[in-house]
DNA sequence: AAGTGGTCTAGACCACCAT
DNA sequence: TGGTGGTCTAGACCACTTA
């Protein structure tokens, strides 16, 4: 396919790679046919594979140029395509990240709830409920499992300013989460896609959200103290990890009578 | 976008004529530096001006390189950026053109409500009433204008699959849209963002929402045909064109009996 | 066959960060 | 000061569309 003949280049010493992946020779796929698309998927696999830790530096782009016996044009068009996607981060003058879920992502990427003034805030997460439990329909249609198979099931109530808001259910998988207790999940440090992405290597790279109008039932008039039958927003969310692989169903029950769910269409570049 | 936009792409492309734009040399701006962002807002303006009109290809990378004085790498940096904001679509072997606001591009970067099944379809727009007003505290303070300004009034009510979903309240500010009327609006050939981008040179690029629940009121009930009190969204939108100018302000009440707003975090690349 | 965008190279120099 | 990403060049060849 390349008119290039790529001599046997030996990978450079790692001696100062941050990271313990080690990278070959690639050649443009049969797949996605063009060579950057071959270097970003193995980044993409060294990234899941745990080779490259959330947190951790990849190896410089010349370095990755190097080992992928391409130039460094080409490591840079795959690298832009992960920042897109926001796989990684770029440092200027430092390097280039595996990106960490921390509450400034949180609120950015994946939580769409703030004041009708516009005021947004980190919410405060109150664990109502932990338990296993075995997937319902709805559940299981969601996560890609069989109605009946083990779940774990969670429920949150979130408060901002102070004031109960948001009511969360949330569904993962039992299998993807062994050894997830109780106790683990109240004591994490920081989000729960942190918690996923540190303790059981599952990082969400997306979710997709249907909302609609509903009327408070008792739980929800219980949990957010909003009259029985006043309108509330119910949000499926689906999160996905590489691959669009489900790794969490959560159904959120929104308090909107003074906060909004707020929606940017085309995010400026 | 799961169907092909290239018809309706092609068409406008073969109908329009060459763009007349003619380009300078650029040099790195003081705003914004970098020598590639100096060719996008060189385009941009070319766009914004009507030297480009929608439809219409730009001149090829070549080209643009020759009379920018700059190379093509750093022509196709600016143009990729301009892709990524939908405000240009690139065409393999056919060339690069000025977006245009057609079905597609509407229900792909602009409509949110789809059946509960997931089936998407193109909503019927039905006119309830046009008429010149003054704006509102809401409407004044979402399209930057003072209150008591001149704006377009106009209300649609939108069908899925022949059923009324969606009552649309549109306020438009008076002096973008000079020689707006009833008729030209009811006889627009295609979606409303194409009528603003063809008949006023305005280009909706962007648009943020915010979202809550709220009860139906009587307006809800007669439009929407739902019974008084019962839980329906409520959607603040505001478009906006380039330099976020705001040219629309949207109210929106949807019947999510049958029906979801759906919303997709962090777009696959 | 001619023209377009898509990919890729093999460098260069600059801006930024840490030491 | 050395290493990183950010920008830019001046080409080459490939894939695709149209005439």
Redesign the pocket.
């Known amino acids: 396919?390349?008119?290039?003949p790529?001599a046997s280049m030996r990978t450079a010493a790692r001696t100062?790679?941050p990271t313990e992946a080690r990278f070959e020779r690639v050649q443009?796929g049969t797949v996605a046919?063009?060579?950057?698309?071959?270097?970003k998927r193995a980044l993409l696999q060294a990234i899941e594979h745990g080779s490259c830790t959330p947190g951790s530096?990849?190896?410089?782009?010349?370095?990755?140029?190097r080992a992928f016996?391409?130039?460094?044009?080409?490591?840079?068009?795959?690298?832009?395509e992960l920042?897109a996607e926001h796989i990684v981060v770029?440092?200027?003058?430092?390097?280039?990240f595996v990106a960490v879920h921390n509450a400034d992502r949180f609120l950015f990427q994946f939580f769409h709830v703030e004041r009708c003034d516009g005021l947004q805030e980190v919410p405060k997460v109150e664990l109502l409920h932990f338990d296993r439990a075995r997937a319902g329909e709805t559940q299981a249609a969601a996560l890609g499992l069989k109605a009946g198979e083990p779940i774990f099931e969670i429920e949150n109530r979130l408060l901002l300013q102070g004031q109960a808001v948001i009511h969360d259910r949330l569904a993962l998988p039992a299998s993807l989460y062994k050894g997830l207790t109780e106790r683990r999940f109240r004591e994490r440090p920081s989000t729960i896609y942190h918690l996923y992405q540190t303790v059981f290597a599952i990082t969400v790279t997306r979710a997709h959200e249907r909302a609609r109008a509903v009327g408070a039932d008792r739980t929800a008039t219980r949990i957010l103290g909003v009259q029985a039958g006043s309108p509330v927003m119910e949000v499926h969310r689906t999160a996905l990890t590489f691959g669009d692989k489900p790794v969490e169903f959560r159904l959120s029950t929104i308090n909107t009578a003074r906060h909004d769910y707020v929606h940017l269409l085309s995010r400026p570049v």
């Open positions: 396919m390349t008119t290039k790529r100062a790679t443009p046919g063009s060579l950057y698309r071959a270097v530096a990849l190896p410089s782009e010349a370095d990755l140029a016996g391409v130039s460094i044009g080409t490591v840079r068009h795959a690298v832009d920042v770029r440092q200027h003058g430092r390097g280039t």
